[in-house]
């Protein structure tokens, strides 16, 4: 079978993907579309494609409104960040993934409120006698 065309170098790269890489792999899936993985050499190729040079991605900072429905959608599905990938469009688990963990957990305790119950913090009750 042989090596896919998409992602062949003499050597593997490590690190970070290259502008010239990138472009590969999209000329790649344009020729072959998104369903063909299993041509593809590597899941690194298939990663890079879904988390990072998909057309349909939004780019830039979650919105206010994006905050309250993953903030939501947590609530109810824990930590199932596909299913709730799923409800915002253009964005991937990973994605939310990395900006629950970056981000709204922090907003949420600063707000009191536990990220894994989404219930209030109990009170440190310090009572002076």
Not at 15 to 40: F, K, N, P
Not at 48 to 73: A, M, Q, S, V
Not at 88 to 112: C, F, M, Q, S, V
Request: aromatic share 6%; with cysteine.
């Amino acid at each position: 079978m042989g090596r896919s065309p998409c992602c062949e170098k003499a050597h593997t790269n490590k690190g970070a993907w290259t502008m010239e890489e990138d472009q590969r792999l999209v000329a790649y899936i344009r020729a072959h579309g998104e369903g063909s993985w299993r041509s593809l050499p590597k899941a690194s190729c298939r990663l890079r494609w879904i988390n990072y040079l998909r057309p349909d991605l939004k780019r830039g900072n979650f919105t206010e409104e994006e905050d309250d429905i993953i903030i939501k959608l947590h609530g109810l599905l824990g930590n199932k960040w596909s299913q709730i990938a799923g409800r915002l469009p253009g964005r991937t688990d990973n994605e939310i993934k990395n900006y629950w963990n970056t981000h709204i957990k922090r907003k949420l305790l600063a707000r009191g409120i536990d990220p894994q119950t989404h219930r209030a913090l109990a009170a440190s009750s310090s009572t002076c006698s």
